[in-house]
């Protein structure tokens, strides 16, 4: 979008809905009345005109039928011609003239002196034309006839026979012209008044059609930081309301989540930050009480260096947590051959493995699109935590399978298994099934690590646990994976 686009929405952002629906509202009546409007004054110009045109025609026909019949008697011109004028129709708003081939005057109506400014008009015989003047508007018409006889009159067309004959009709219609006026004027200010009541009405409308959205605001109003337990989503709101409402419940309930989420790990950071740093202290004050030898100093030394190392470890995988939260952490995805991976990590665990009892097995030929160092992160991990948790004669195995379009990697142990009820949470940062069976060197974020790598590569961890029995925990990596950005690693996970 164009900044100019972005201006001119923000501008009409800053409307409130009320304006907006008023507006609209008063548009669309508006425009329909001025259509309408417009329609019925077209009609009755229509109707005006087509009335003005029969009137003039038919005052001409009489004059014509009159002219006919004196003309079929063979009377003298001065005989027929006052003759003829006792049978002109005396209407005010009609004249006539009769105009020989040249146009001059051969005979008018008597009070054609009050139609002097449309007479001199020029126009075609057959054609009507109007004539408008300050005060008066006229409709003039050219009849062409041939006073030889009935058989040659004609109404229409061009004059015909030797004298060419005219017979000029004037039609005073200034009446009509004021009706118009008249009904244009009423016209307007019934769109004017139409205009200000429907903008009235719409703006009344809209602001009891948005009542239940002012309703809404003071109900999100009330909640706050310490409320985040409310809902709006009640019986009663418009279905459009409803949907938004569920809406802001649900976007309430995550931030309600992340908001409880924040504050454990705020707490579980001080609670996992304390218990390093104090053993440093203690260590640290013990050994200056009083002079030590360098056994005893070297002692020291060693649980600061342990402590130290669990330190460096939790702010690693706290920094690591912290960039795949905001998107800041990249992969680099490359083809791996699973064989080999797990032959690097059981020969990296053998010994540990080894020293506690513990039999490693890998199993499973695929191919995997993948970070390599963040794979053997989250392998190591789950590794780890299998080996911290089965007894001496137990197994550990390594398994992958490949579906159509997932791999997924298993780390299966026959130790004592996991309680349900602990299930969900076991990913979470910090959280512990029994905290004081917990391992020294355990930091709480390696499951959380876990899956932060398996969503990296878009994909899901996920764990199935039978108490006394053992746990196996599943990496599902779809295939190929989710496009990311490729960066350069030079920080080794293992």
């Known amino acids: 979008m164009s900044s100019k686009s972005v201006r001119e929405t923000n501008k009409s952002g800053s409307w409130s809905l009320t ?3 008023s507006v609209f509202t008063s548009i669309a009546i508006t425009s329909i009345v001025l259509a309408v409007s417009a329609l019925m004054y077209s009609e009755l110009v229509r109707q005006l005109h087509n009335k003005e045109e029969a009137e003039l025609l038919d005052d001409l026909q009489i004059q014509r039928d009159t002219l006919e019949h004196l003309a079929g008697r063979k009377i003298p011109p001065s005989q027929w011609q006052y003759e003829w004028r006792e049978y002109q129709e005396q209407s005010h708003k009609f004249a006539w003239q ?4 040249n146009r001059k005057v051969r005979n008018a109506s008597p009070h054609v002196a009050a139609f002097a400014a449309a007479l001199p008009t020029p126009i075609q015989v057959g054609r009507y034309v109007r004539v408008d003047s300050v005060r008066q508007s006229y409709l003039v018409f050219d009849m062409s006839v041939d006073t030889r006889g009935p058989e040659a009159l004609e109404i ?3 004059p015909l026979g030797p004298n060419g004959t005219v017979l000029r009709g004037v039609l005073d219609i200034t009446q009509n012209r004021h009706l118009l006026t008249a009904y244009g004027n009423k016209l307007a200010a019934a769109i004017g008044v139409s205009i200000i009541v429907s903008t009235w009405l719409g703006w009344l409308l809209a602001r009891r059609g948005l009542s239940p959205v002012r309703a809404m605001s003071k109900e999100v109003g009330r909640i706050s930081a310490e409320q985040l337990h409310a809902r709006v989503a009640k019986v009663g709101w418009p279905t459009e309301l409803q949907v938004l409402a569920t809406s802001f419940d649900s976007t309430l309930a995550r931030l309600e989540r992340s908001f409880d989420q924040l504050t454990r790990f705020s707490s579980d950071i001080a609670h996992e930050f304390r218990s390093p740093v104090n053993n440093l202290v203690a260590a640290a004050s013990v050994t200056l009480a009083r002079a030590r030898s360098p056994a005893e100093y070297q002692a020291t030394l060693e649980v600061v260096v342990e402590e130290g190392g669990r330190l460096s470890r939790m702010v690693a995988s706290m920094l690591f947590l912290a960039r795949a939260d ?7 995805p490359e083809p791996l051959e699973l064989r080999d991976e797990f032959s690097k990590l059981i020969d990296f665990f053998d010994v540990s493995a080894e020293e506690q009892g513990v039999a490693l097995e890998a199993h499973g030929d695929c191919q995997l699109v993948a970070d390599p160092l963040l794979l053997r992160r989250a392998l190591s991990n789950l590794l ?8 001496p004669g137990g197994a550990v195995k390594l398994v992958a399978e490949r579906s159509e379009h997932i791999v997924t990697i298993s780390v299966s142990d026959n130790g004592v298994g996991i309680a349900r009820e602990h299930l969900p949470l076991l990913f979470d940062r910090f959280y512990r099934i029994d905290t004081a069976r917990s391992a020294p060197d355990s930091t709480g974020l390696g499951l959380a690590v876990v899956r932060s790598i398996a969503e990296l590569h878009g994909g899901r961890a996920s764990v199935d646990s039978t108490p006394g029995k053992g746990s196996t925990f599943y990496l599902h990596f779809p295939q190929p994976p989710v496009a990311t950005p490729i960066h350069e690693h030079n920080q080794n996970y293992l």
């Open 19 to 21: 304006l907006r629906i």
């Open 384 to 391: 780890s935590n299998a080996l911290r948790h089965t007894p």
């Open 156 to 158: 229409h067309g061009p």
């Open 326 to 332: 905001n998107a800041e952490q990249h992969i680099r």
């Open 98 to 101: 009769l105009l020989t081939p």
